[in-house]
T-cell receptor, first 115, second 115 residues
Framework: AQKVTQAQTEISVVEKEDVTLDCVYE???????LFWYKQPPSGELVFLIR??????QNEISGRYSWNFQKSTSSFNFTITASQVVDSAVYFC????????????FGQGTRLTINP | ETGVTQTPRHLVMGMTNKKSLKCEQH?????MYWYKQSAKKPLELMFVYNFKEQTENNSVPSRFSPECPNSSHLFLHLHTLQPEDSALYLC??????????????FGPGTRLTVL
């Protein structure tokens, strides 16, 4: 069975600090997708990134970066120079590549950026 | 309208009422999903529709009845709900199974309160 664990329930930092959100996953599939979504107070989940399991290159998009380590089954998300607008709940998710491609979500990490 | 829209955004209903949630996607996708998000719980997949056909029912009680008349519209009919059904109900869509692109795009959700 697939499982995603986000051990950090809540994180609070001061603006401009760097912050890393952890994600550990379990799957028996040899190929799979990993995702990060952001849920601001408005409620809508906003897609941030999708990573295929055979692509272990780290990715950077502006202040956001993702570190995929297949050896430790982790897909961590780092925000550099955090801003108040980054405050949200962040979800890591896993899906199979074929078939129904259902998303299995972690429990989410509530990130609060204080001014 | 663009993306995924949901109506109503907020709904308060009694346990004996019958109501419906509506979701519409303007992305040309073929798969649509209903999720339930309760306080302090992971997002729970409820139903999956691919090309208007239901392909997943995640052991959802019969008081929730989905309907997918076409690939762009998805409904969730509610009757004789319980207070514990109060939650944020999120709709999502994706290109569909076996497309190699299963990024799911979410609507803003319906905040449901059952009295």
């Amino acid at each position: 069975a697939q499982k995603v664990t986000q051990a950090q329930t809540e994180i609070s930092v001061v603006e401009k600090e760097d912050v890393t959100l952890d994600c550990v996953y379990e799957t028996r599939d040899t190929t799979y997708y990993l995702f990060w979504y952001k849920q601001p107070p408005s409620g809508e989940l906003v897609f941030l990134i999708r990573r295929n399991s055979f692509d272990e290159q780290n990715e950077i998009s502006g202040r956001y970066s993702w570190n995929f380590q297949k050896s430790t089954s982790s897909f961590n998300f780092t925000i550099t120079a955090s801003q108040v607008v980054d405050s949200a709940v962040y979800f890591c998710a896993l899906s199979e590549v074929r078939g129904a491609q259902k998303l299995v979500f972690g429990q989410g990490t509530r990130l609060t950026i204080n001014p | 309208e663009t993306g995924v829209t949901q109506t109503p955004r907020h709904l308060v209903m009694g346990m004996t009422n019958k109501k419906s949630l509506k979701c519409e996607q303007h992305l040309g996708h073929n798969a649509m999903y209903w999720y339930k998000q309760s306080a302090k719980k992971p997002l729970e997949l409820m139903f999956v529709y691919n090309f208007k056909e239901q392909t997943e029912n995640n052991s959802v009680p019969s008081r929730f009845s989905p309907e997918c008349p076409n690939s762009s519209h998805l409904f969730l009919h509610l009757h004789t709900l319980q207070p514990e059904d109060s939650a944020l109900y999120l709709c999502a869509s994706s290109q569909g199974p076996n497309t190699g692109n299963n990024e799911q795009f979410f609507g803003p959700g319906t905040r449901l309160t059952v009295l």
